[in-house]
């Protein structure tokens, strides 16, 4: 099966600004890709030109799928039209028949809100409203623009369960967002972006994992040194009650053998997973350094 998105040197100028320079993505069937930069990165401009809502410089885009439903910068409705209605609306525009209404209010849970005007929604209903749009079309690709964006602690829970719920259902989702434990609890594999370059392409463990080796012990000094003798003392650090190795998992072995000839009992050794933000600070603070 073809990848839904690939994207090939994919470049967008405004005069001498270069919002997104040289994108190569690749969005893979029914995952949960996340899109992950701080604002003004590009993201936007990336998923306009996906969409054909904006014209690229250089490069090309390449949708290999028919069917494609998207949020893009927020969901705009009449407001003084029920959710349902609203959507009826979309539904005559775009030559979905009514019957499919109902199935996509109940997939974003505002079945019982259906006739409620859309003045009246929060703005985590408006935003479960936009994905319901977007789903009208029984999308194979469905395109998210940072779809928690100012919702408080209790929309961005549901919108999460959700984005979870119609990527386990085989869709292929694409969601943008800047904000790293979003992307972290919902997504298969993350790009992450910074100046309109790709800085990164990997699955969420891969990103986390590849840090180290962490090792609780007891007695941990007793650990520490002898870690220190066989490592290099800039290789080991003490946190909390156990210690970070700068040690890949080949070494695991020799590391537990060395412990244990110590006397050292070890109760766990792992790899050590960073969060994504420690990853993505790490990421763009290198790629500020090689623009600089």
Not at 64 to 83: D, H, N, Q, T
Not at 126 to 139: E, I, M, T
Not at 275 to 284: A, D, K, S, V
Request: proline fraction near 4%; include cysteine.
């Amino acid at each position: 099966m073809r990848n839904p998105v690939v994207t090939h040197g994919l470049t967008k100028r405004y005069g001498e600004v270069v919002a997104v320079d040289g994108l190569d993505l690749t969005v893979r069937s029914g995952e949960v890709y996340g899109f992950l930069g701080p604002n003004g990165a590009g993201k936007t401009t990336t998923l306009r030109m996906l969409l054909g809502l904006v014209r690229p410089t250089a490069g090309r885009v390449e949708v290999a799928v028919p069917r494609v439903g998207a949020l893009i910068e927020g969901p705009a409705f009449y407001p003084y039209l029920s959710g349902w209605d609203n959507l009826r609306v979309l539904a005559r525009y775009a030559g979905v028949g009514e019957a499919r209404i109902t199935p996509v209010l109940e997939m974003v849970d505002l079945a019982g809100a259906a006739r409620r005007r859309y003045a009246g929604y929060s703005l985590g209903m408006k935003q479960r409203l936009g994905v319901a749009a977007a789903l009208l079309k029984d999308p194979e690709l469905l395109i998210l623009d940072e779809p928690t964006n100012g919702l408080d602690p209790a929309g961005m829970a549901d919108m999460r369960t959700l984005i979870r719920r119609l990527g386990a259902a085989g869709r292929t989702v694409l969601l943008s967002s800047h904000l790293l434990g979003e992307v972290q609890q919902v997504c298969d594999r993350v790009g992450v972006i910074a100046g309109g370059r790709l800085i990164a392409e990997s699955t969420v463990a891969e990103l986390r994992g590849g840090a180290g080796l962490r090792v609780v012990a007891e007695p941990l000094d007793r650990a520490a040194a002898r870690a220190r003798a066989l490592l290099g003392a800039d290789r080991v650090r003490v946190r909390g009650d156990a210690l970070d190795l700068a040690a890949g998992p080949a070494e695991a072995a020799k590391i537990n053998a060395e412990l244990v000839g110590a006397g050292v009992a070890v109760r766990e050794l792992r790899p050590a997973e960073r969060e994504l933000e420690q990853i993505f600070l790490e990421l763009t603070q290198r790629e500020g350094d090689h623009r600089g």
